[in-house]
Structure formats: structure tokens, C-alpha cells
């Protein structure tokens, strides 16, 4: 698979393009560059202000080291926790080369879509060599900076998708979108106004399947065309899904793609959490269910590489990694998703689309007339935390090196690397945390006649009494996601009220003191009707967001109420109050408004 | 017109949304706030990154003194230009006041829609009580923090249009914009992909005509209805008017706003200049010209005071600016889009849409589902750059101000008001340097057959010697542009060549030595093919990006290169290498790549 001048070019997908996105007129203005660079040409024709009425003279920061994080595999000791780096950006930068200048007067100025030169170079950098070494289509593919993702995906949804109204519109126009039956519901919200057929595949614990009932193959084969078109479009998260925590496999991914292939569907990956993948999730709940690792596709083992057979990242953690549906995009269908949100900081509303060279054009021309490109300011801090200030000798000698402030020089590709590894291990060490309580905690002894005074009397009998299981879940192979469902089914009131007040209350028990706990309802990530009612048992738990030490306490509080609702003889005081709070909950909208984050 | 409670509300405009913009949800989650507030809840249902996991620890900076320019009026001196103040924004605000929080685990993390709080709020108040104190409906309009007047427009043009297919539509559904015959082709080239049929109307020196041939009374009353429906959108600049400079008049306003209210039509304003009006214009054009400046209404004289009869500004700075459509919006049909872009800078990708509140609410939808909120980065820092570092106790409080550090208490209002001053006086200087030279420098001696040697010793006879106007403009009363007319008809090859070739060959020349001047096309501003041609003989004139002190000698390379051009006896060298890059310049898309801005 490494790439060669062999490889086919990417497929013309272009039939695929909305009406809008094909009567968007390229550019032809680049013949015209040559006139900028007139020595001494004044540029009279340009709109912009003077920079130097820009208010900012520089623009600062103190940095975390890239090492400030312990890694999973802790080989790598963490350095002090408050070492740092000074960043400071000039209003001119000292370098004369524009792919270099990192500095206010260009950052804080008009800028093509193409965004700030040295991020944008940066972005591609890291995704064709070190990302995705071995993607198998000829010339390989481009990078569009993006808003985030959110950003990323209405500028996907605009260039893929006709808006279908029901009082205008035949039915045979209308067009799909495929997606996990479970889903980050922000991305729903973007697709479902434009009028298209939202259409959930049915998962296991890797995320959607390919084959079997409700599976993508038997949704494609015997799509109902009374609903409108065949969807040509599949919108997934493929690692640390959003909200169940599955990972899909290698094997999974080449036979969805054929699929894909055979169906003509464009594919958007959205994969916020690719460098949070936890290698050690099935082993230990392998080890704690006394199962065996059977399903190694499922979980990426320690020091796998998954380029063995291609051209490496460079970097035993990067090799390590499930690799994105790009590595085996033969067609160039790929649309991928990148963000900063989850490496650097959600308020960045920085992050990057990976696609082939015609698709990433038409979505230059969006951005043209949207949001024209990120923010400079967070363009500059990025790029210059990353790459640092620099100067226009060869960077790559010693010497240079040597001249250059130590405060300033960035992280560097290596920093970069290591950093997002660090954070794996943070989301590792607290998924594990609150796994084993989980795990230790799932099963409430049945006593539902038993009040507490006789409870110590009974404490040698009670190995011998039934255990009741409160929930399952998969430990999570990736993301920050906790995916629990609950088996109401052994509540002792099962049979005295339905499952959907049953669910409720247990949700409004946890927000209640002692627990104190707010759960994301299942029914949050129904992306249609239909599947509301198998979600309703689910919850998902984000164990990304709390302190690393509270972890275990929160965890512990969570089992604790559900264990105080399974010794409850009725629903008395959970319902009046938290009935319409929940069923707030399941707005489409709620996501994002929650701080859902992607 | 002050507003009072008497007001009436704001008309329902809702059956102007689009049909995706209807089809999207409300969020139904505020119910669920009281949640969040529970104390000690934890939050296991957000999905967001741990703040400690945020790489920047503070983020700081260096930035202007509100006073660093000098105004028009030299009323108030310019400190020292190098004056700076310390902006750092910390980790953690000591403030447990949400609304003042300006700190990086908030600002760096997810938010709503409405963005920062502190930054949201300073824009609602600025605007609601300094820039509109009085619009004419009930309650006032709500506010909308935008990543720039682009993405505003973009989003304004989802919610009040539906795309129209030639190939799955009838003519009878195509909507259609009414917009200035010359124009912003950024904003065409937003809203002409999704088919909407582009109306120009006919201008004259302040803007938008409102009544003659072509004008907008004339266009709506015979309208073509197979052509589409009859427009039920404007888009316009009113102040320094992109590219002509013109500023729309009060009176103009009332008539235009007036038509709108009887054909039902939304107004888009786009008004990046605002506070760059400049009341000189006309009276330096009526010196020039021994004119009188009898057209009042088209120049804010000095002093002017548009809330005379209403609420004041609070600033005399603000009430001696032309108002906005919102001034006359008894209807809250007008959607007005602000930027920080000339205020800041473009690199903020930082604005806000105004508009009634039922419209804010659709396009705080349409937000949540593509940029979800401006960068923190941006909204940090121009938040802390204009209200500093907020505590808690009372910020009136003058034993409160004494205790902050002087160095982060920000611009305040004031110092904004002030600043926003200063830059109009830098660009009105500016503006009247390149008007000064191209007023004196607009005519030539006819000497059509007299060679170098022979013009000395015809000195003394040049002034009966007839004058040819090279070109006419009128002074911009604001904004960043001057637009020139260039008379072809004068030039002595006009009968031998067509006037295409000519404009184009005259703007080859002046990119060459030793004129080096790239002008932006007349062409490049024609919305419709039908305008081009009117189009061809104008040139838009940056005056805002070049330094103040070399505005003067630009000019005059412009001047010396037409003179040059008018006395040419072919345009020999002029054609091959130019007509492609002309050409190239006419492409839609091409304003932006040109940096050409707002």
C-alpha cells in the first residue's frame, strides 16, 4: 500500500456535488498573482485596512511543554507539570518567506481561504506524511482548514447534499444519509433541516455493522426507494464513537468500503478522538469477566503498527493506531473530519478537512463565502505553539538551531506527537478509573425484602443469595465515552412501571444528593424516531471532562444511586420534577447546548 | 422616536424563512440549566475535554492605547503612539460572575451559540444603547456574535432563501436579491450559487436609488415575473458604500425603507464603514470644484447630530454618524451585519448580525450546526482588550478601579468610542491625500502632436490650450475607496480603439514602471452581465492599506501613468501580456483572493 506513481488517480465523484456547489465559479484570479510580486507594486485594488491600525503590537502566551502529560505507557516520564515555554508573536515577523511568517500583520489580515501559510502548511504536513502515510490513490490527497469539525461537516452536508422540501419537491429526489444508529446528534441537526432521509445502521460494540439485520449491506440491498433516492452519503465516527466508545476494525473498515464502493457513497468521517485509542480496554475487562482477548480486531494491542506493510508515520505511536478510512480509500470517497478541539482546546473552533484534490476545491469555494478561514488569532498561537517563530535560515542545521531563543522554537512535529500521546494517557488512566468502579459495582445483591438492620445479620448468607446485574457496557476502545445500558429488566418494579419512566427515574435519582450525578440519556443519540425506544435503557457517561482524581468518586456516587434505586419499592418524588427536564433533554438541538463538544 | 414602551413589536417575517431554516429545531434544553447549577452536580453528560488539558496557560499581549490615532477634528491629541497596555488573559478568572469571566478554561472550552458571555454582552450593550439608541419597535433587537460579516451574510442568506435548481424548479419559485449595480462580489458570489436571481438597481452618488429608471421603485413595480418572483431580499452597504464610497442620506433611507415595507422586502445592510464617515468630503469637493455643497443630506457635516430628537448615544462622535436602516426599522425588517474586521482587524473573523429577535433565534439554529461559535481565542482577547480583567466587587465602585492593576482594565466603552475615532481619522486623511492629487492632477494638456522639445518652448501658450479630462470621481464621503470614472471619450486613440480595450490597456500601464499601480476593475464590481459594460470604464481606489505618508506619491504614479496613457499614439506592449490577468480579475470569486476584503 505505500504509495507509489502507480496508483490510480482518486475517482471523479463530482455527480455527487449539490446544484449549489457545482454553479460555484472557480477562481481564475491566480494568473493575476503575478502582479503582486512586481517589486515596489503598490496594491491599490485590495480592500484591506493598514495593519498598523491592528491594536495588538503582540500577542503572547505561556505553553505547556509537550511532555507535561504522562503516556500510557508511561516509557516516558512526564516532565514538571508547570514547565513552560513563552510564545510571543511580533507584528512583523524577521522571515521574508511567506510559508514561514507567523507574525500579527499577516495573521490578523484578509487571507485566502487557504488560511494562514505555515498552519495550513503544518495541517497538510502531518496529514499526508505522519496521519495517513499509506493512502492508496495517486499524488495522495489535500487539507482545507476548517472551524472545527462542526464547520467541517455543514461545509460536507452543503457540497454533498440537495435540500429536499416536502411541499415542493418529488420524493424520488429526495436524497439519504446513512449513519451509526446511535449518533453524535449536533451532526443530525446539520443534515436533517436540509429535508434528507436520516437512515441509522445497526452497531456492535466496534460501531456500524456491515453484514446482518439492519447492518449496511441489508439497509443498501433492500432500500425502500418509496422514501426517496438511496442515501450516497454516510456520515461516521469510527474510533471512541460517539457515544458508544467502539473502535472499528481494519477488516470492518475494508468491508464497509466495499459496500461503499459498490453503492457509490461518499463517506464523512468525523474522528475527533484518534489519538485517544486504549489499548489496555479489552484486556482489562477481558481480565475482570475472565473472557479472552478474542476480538483483538477490536482493540488496537500495544506496539501494533498498523503501516508494517507500508510507509511508516515515523512514530511508534502514530503506527500504533487504528488508521482513519482514508488508508484504504482507493476511490478518493473519503471526506475526513479533523479538529483541534480535542488535542489543543474546543474554543480553538480550528480544525481541518482531509480529502481528494477536487473535493477539497469545491470546498475552498464555501469557505470563500462563509467563513473565509479560522480566526488568525488562533491560527498564530497554534502555529506558533507548534512550529514556533521562525527565521529564514535552513532550519534544519544545528547551528541555526543553536542561534534561535530557546523560548520560542515550538513544539516542533516531535512536541506534537508527544503531546497527543500524553493525552491518550490521561483519558486512559481515567476511562480505567471509571471502568473498574463500574465493573466492581454492576451487581446489586437481591434482597428486595431486607431492611437495613437485618442486613448485617444476613452478611454471611450473602454469597448465596442472587445478583442482580444494573447495567453492562463495553469498556471503551477509544474517545471519552462510557456507552452503560441499563437492564431495567432486573429492577424489582419492573413489572410495575414501563421502561421509559423506569429509565427517567433512575436519571433523575442520579442528579439527586447524595449522587449528584447529570447522565447523558440514551435517547439524546437517536438520530430518528425509530430508534428512540431502543436507546431509551442507554446512558453515556464522559469521563474526559472531570478532574483525574475525582474520577473514581463520581463513578463511585453514580453506582451508588443506582444501587439506592434498585432497593426503591416505587418512583415516588422522581417524576413530578424530572419528567419534562428529561424529555428537554431529547431535543435535537440539545447537544451542543449541553457542551456536548463533539 | 425614542423607544418606549409604546412601541409596537416588530412584524412576524417568519414566512420569509426558507424551508430548511423552518425545519430547524428550537432548543428545548434550557429547561434542563437548573441542573447545571445544582451545587457540587457532577456534569457526566457534556462531552468536553478537561481544561487542564488546554496546552495555553495564559495567553497575553501588547496593544494600542485607545487614543494612539488622532481623530478629524484634532480635538483630542494623540498620545504617544508607542503607548501599550498588558492584556493577560489567565487559565482562571477570579470573577465567579459568568458574565464577566474572561479566561481561558471558559473561553477555550465549548459554549452556546451566543459565544463568549462578556463579548456577547458588550456587543448587545454597545449596540442596543450606543450605535441604534433608537429603534422603533418594541424592546429592541437582539444581537448575534458572527465570525465576520461573511459568515453573517452566509447565514443570512440560509435563512431567507431557498435554493432554486434550473433543472428541478419552476421559474415561478426562483427568488431573487436586489442589490447596488456595483457591488461586493463576495456577497454575490454567496448568494448567486444557490440561484436566486441577482436585481441590480440603479445608483447615484450616495448609494441606492430609490426612484428613476432603474431605480428600485421602478424595478419592483414592473417586475418581470418571468423572471421569477418578485425579489423579497436587499442586500446593501449604505455608508462608504463597496465600491462606489457614496453614503446613503436619512431621506434616501425613509424612501427606500418605505418601498421595502410595501413590497415586503428584508434588508440585509452590511456596514463594515460605519465609522468611517467623512465629513470633509463634500466640502473639499465643492472648493475644488467652487461648487456649494448643496447636497446636505449626502455629507455628515461636522457636529451633525442624527438622535437629536431621540435618545442620545452618549458619544457626539456617534451622534454625528449617519445612522443605520435600523433608525427607520418600525417593521424589524432590516438584518443589520457588523465586523470588527476595520475596527480590529479581518484576521478577527469577529462581527455580529442585529435583528429582531425572532430572526436572531433562527440564526442562532443555523450557528449551532456549522461554526457553533467564533474562536475563544479571538473573543478572549478583544473582550479583554476593551473591558480588561472584571473582579467582583462593583465595577462602579472607585475604590474597586483603584485596587485593579492599571495595566488590564481595558478600553471601556469610552476608550472604544475614542478608538474608533482615531481610525476615522486616520483613513479621512488618507482618503483626502489620494482625493487632493487625483483632483488636481485629473486633467491634461492637449498637445496631441507636440513632441517633448517643442512643449518648452510652448510654454507660455498652454493656457489657452484646451484641457482634457482624463477621468472624474466624486470625494467619498466614507469608507476605503475612491471610485474614479476614467473618460475615455477624451483620449485621442478613443475613435481607433474600442473602449474594452482601451479601460484595459490603461490599466496594464499603470502596473508597469515606473507607475506600479494595481487598480481593482470596474468590472470586478458588476453583479450582472448586463452591468458590465457600464462597469468598464470605473476603477476602485484602495486608499486604506497603504501607510498614510505614501498615499500622496502613489497617487501621483497613478496620475503621472495616465497622463502617460493619454499620450500614447498606440497600445503597443500594453495587450499581449495584459488581457488574460484582466480578464482573470472579472472572476466572481475574485475578491477575496484578491484580499480585496470587505
Known amino acids: 500500500m505505500a504509495r507509489s506513481t502507480s496508483l490510480p488517480p482518486p475517482v471523479d465523484l463530482s455527480h455527487h456535488f449539490s446544484s449549489t456547489t457545482k454553479r460555484r465559479e472557480a477562481s481564475s484570479i491566480k494568473e493575476l498573482y503575478k502582479y503582486f510580486f512586481i517589486p515596489g507594486i503598490a496594491n491599490v485594488a485590495g480592500g484591506m485596512p493598514n495593519p498598523s491600525y491592528f491594536p495588538f503590537d503582540t500577542l503572547e502566551a505561556t505553553a505547556a511543554h509537550p511532555h507535561r502529560f504522562q503516556p500510557s505507557d508511561a516509557s516516558s516520564k512526564p516532565e514538571d507539570i508547570h514547565a513552560t515555554d513563552r510564545l510571543t508573536i511580533p507584528k512583523e515577523s524577521q522571515t521574508t518567506n511567506l510559508q ?4 500579527l500583520a499577516t495573521a490578523l489580515q484578509y487571507s485566502t481561504a487557504e488560511g494562514l501559510p505555515p498552519m495550513a502548511a503544518f495541517v497538510r504536513q502531518f496529514t499526508r506524511q505522519h496521519l495517513h502515510p499509506n493512502i492508496p490513490y495517486a499524488s495522495g490527497p489535500d487539507t482545507l482548514l476548517t472551524c472545527g469539525s462542526t464547520d467541517g461537516f455543514c461545509k460536507a452536508i452543503e457540497a454533498f447534499t440537495n435540500i429536499w422540501d416536502p411541499d415542493r419537491d418529488w420524493t424520488s429526489q429526495r436524497e439519504g444519509i446513512l449513519c451509526e444508529e446511535f449518533v453524535y446528534m449536533n451532526s443530525i441537526a446539520t443534515a436533517q433541516p436540509r429535508g434528507v432521509n436520516i437512515v441509522p445502521i445497526a452497531m456492535d460494540a466496534q460501531g456500524m455493522r456491515a453484514s446482518g439485520e439492519g447492518g449496511l449491506a441489508d439497509v443498501l440491498e433492500n432500500w425502500d426507494f418509496r422514501r426517496g433516492r438511496r442515501p450516497h452519503l454516510m456520515y461516521t465516527i469510527t474510533i471512541g464513537q460517539n457515544p458508544t466508545g467502539g473502535t472499528l476494525s481494519v477488516p470492518r473498515r475494508k468491508d464497509i468500503y466495499a459496500l461503499c464502493q459498490k453503492y457509490d457513497i461518499i ?57 482513519s478510512y482514508l488508508s484504504v480509500d482507493s476511490d478518493g470517497r473519503v471526506v475526513r473530519l479533523d479538529t483541534f478541539s480535542k488535542t489543543i482546546a474546543p474554543g480553538c473552533r480550528l480544525g481541518w478537512v482531509t480529502a481528494q484534490p477536487a473535493v477539497i476545491e469545491r470546498l475552498a469555494r464555501i469557505t470563500e463565502t462563509s467563513t473565509q478561514a479560522p480566526s488568525g488569532f488562533v491560527q498564530a498561537m497554534v502555529a506558533d505553539l507548534i512550529l514556533g517563530q521562525q527565521v529564514d535560515e535552513n532550519p ?16 516542533q512535529m516531535d512536541g506534537w506527537v508527544r503531546w497527543l500521546g500524553g493525552l491518550r494517557g490521561g483519558y486512559e488512566r481515567r476511562m480505567q478509573d471509571m471502568c473498574n468502579v463500574l465493573e466492581e459495582g454492576k451487581y446489586i445483591i437481591d434482597l428486595p425484602d431486607v431492611d437495613i438492620a437485618e442486613e448485617d445479620a444476613q452478611e454471611s448468607a450473602w454469597e448465596v443469595i442472587d445478583k442482580r446485574q444494573m447495567y453492562d457496557f463495553s469498556w471503551p476502545t477509544g474517545g471519552m465515552f462510557v456507552w452503560v445500558k441499563i437492564c431495567l429488566e432486573s429492577h424489582p418494579l419492573y413489572s410495575r412501571y414501563p421502561s421509559d419512566r423506569l429509565s427517567k427515574a433512575l436519571w433523575v435519582q442520579l442528579t439527586m444528593a447524595p449522587y449528584l450525578c447529570l447522565l447523558g440519556p440514551g435517547t439524546m443519540f437517536a438520530p430518528t424516531k425509530s430508534v428512540v425506544g431502543r436507546a431509551l435503557p442507554y446512558y453515556r457517561l464522559c469521563f474526559a471532562a472531570m478532574p483525574e482524581e475525582e474520577v473514581t468518586g463520581i463513578t463511585q456516587r453514580m453506582v451508588e444511586g443506582s444501587r439506592a434505586f434498585w432497593q426503591r419499592k416505587n ?21 451542543n447546548m449541553l457542551g456536548m463538544g463533539c
Chains 1, 2 share one sequence.
Request: aromatic share 10%.
Open 571 to 591: 418512583l415516588d418524588g422522581l417524576e413530578d420534577q424530572g419528567t419534562d427536564s428529561f424529555q428537554a433533554l431529547k431535543g435535537q438541538q440539545s447537544g
Open 396 to 411: 534544519n542545521s544545528s547551528v541555526h538551531r543553536k542561534k534561535k531563543p530557546a523560548a520560542d522554537q515550538g513544539w
Open 267 to 323: 463517506i464523512i468521517e468525523d474522528d475527533p478522538y484518534w489519538n485517544l485509542q486504549f489499548p489496555s480496554a479489552m484486556e482489562l475487562e477481558a481480565q475482570y469477566r475472565g473472557t479472552s482477548v478474542a476480538a483483538a480486531t477490536t482493540s488496537p494491542a500495544k506496539k501494533r503498527n498498523y503501516n508494517a506493510h507500508g510507509k511508516s508515520s515515523g512514530y511508534e505511536f502514530l503506527d500504533s493506531l487504528v488508521p
Open 100 to 103: 514561514k511568517k507567523i507574525d
